[in-house]
């Protein structure tokens, strides 16, 4: 045993989050789900080309009202 090693401790937050999970043992697989909703997607690639190349670059100045 280390002497520096520090006692387990594990923060409310962490305590409640396990007790979540052992209550509700769907709840991961939920938000895994919903996560794949919006987020984990896989990308073309030939299309994010095909839109960087036919972005328009934007004007200096969004902000500036031009009265002549």
């Known amino acids: 045993m280390s002497f520096f090693r ?7 937050v ?3 989050i396990n007790k979540l999970k052992e ?3 769907y709840l991961e697989a ?6 794949s909703l919006l987020w984990d997607k ?3 690639r030939e ?3 095909d ?3 036919s972005r328009v670059a934007q004007k200096p100045y969004v902000y500036q009202t ?3």
Request: charged letters at 40%; aromatic letters at 10%.
């Open 47 to 49: 299309e994010q080309a």
């Open 66 to 68: 031009n009265h002549d």
């Open 23 to 25: 209550q509700k043992p």
């Open 30 to 35: 939920g938000q895994r789900e919903g996560r």
């Open 6 to 12: 520090r006692p387990d401790y594990q923060s409310e």
């Open 14 to 16: 962490t305590q409640f």
């Open 42 to 44: 896989d990308l073309d």
């Open 51 to 53: 839109f960087k190349a």
